[in-house]
């Protein structure tokens, strides 16, 4: 699902990119003015995240988010019927970017712990990613 969240959902679009979504985020792409945030949504056909009742209503296709936490942001996704399962491996959370896998004798970065399992790479920003703690915190926030 390719999805484009405006400037209130920075850290709902990390968690969609961990479960394996597309997820543009208004705010990495230097767009904030709503006719912008359209524009960008329509050009590269993205379902709309959003919490602002107006701009949700002049989106063909958005979800219009109404919790202010993002872990109930999530429920309202799931509800809607947006998979949010944690994939692995595939979108970088910090650009979302594509990912990965390191291959066998490939360093890993510093922060990477030796018995991390697998480690992904970011194709465009260089960012490495593995299952850590972090990984379980945002999988028992899940609905």
Same mark, same amino acid.
């Given at each position: 699902?390719?999805?484009?969240?405006?400037?209130? =959902?920075?850290? #709902?679009?990390?968690? &969609?990119?961990? /479960?394996?979504?597309?997820?543009?985020? *208004?705010?990495?792409?230097?767009?904030?003015?709503? !006719?912008? $945030?359209?524009? =960008?949504?329509?050009?590269?056909?993205?379902? #709309? #995240?959003?919490?602002?009742?107006? =701009?949700?209503?002049?989106?063909?296709?958005?979800?219009?988010?109404?919790?202010?936490?993002? !872990?109930?942001?999530?429920?309202?996704?799931?509800?809607?019927? $947006?998979?949010?399962?944690?994939?692995?491996?595939?979108? *970088?959370?910090? *650009?979302?970017?594509?990912?990965?896998?390191?291959?066998?004798?490939?360093?890993?970065?510093?922060?990477?712990? !030796?018995?991390?399992?697998? $480690?992904?790479? &970011?194709?465009? /920003?260089?960012?490495?990613?593995?299952?850590?703690?972090?990984?379980?915190? $945002?999988? !028992?926030? #899940?609905?």
């Amino acid at each position: 699902m390719k999805l484009l969240a405006d400037a209130m =959902l920075g850290s #709902l679009a990390r968690i &969609c990119r961990m /479960c394996g979504h597309d997820t543009a985020y *208004c705010l990495d792409r230097g767009v904030e003015a709503d !006719d912008d $945030v359209l524009a =960008l949504a329509k050009r590269e056909e993205r379902t #709309l #995240l959003t919490r602002d009742r107006q =701009l949700a209503a002049r989106a063909p296709d958005s979800l219009l988010l109404e919790s202010k936490t993002v !872990d109930d942001q999530l429920a309202e996704l799931a509800a809607a019927g $947006v998979d949010l399962l944690l994939s692995g491996g595939e979108r *970088c959370g910090a *650009c979302n970017g594509e990912l990965r896998e390191l291959r066998d004798g490939e360093a890993a970065a510093e922060y990477v712990p !030796d018995d991390a399992g697998p $480690v992904w790479a &970011c194709r465009d /920003c260089g960012q490495q990613f593995y299952r850590g703690s972090h990984w379980d915190d $945002v999988e !028992d926030r #899940l609905p």
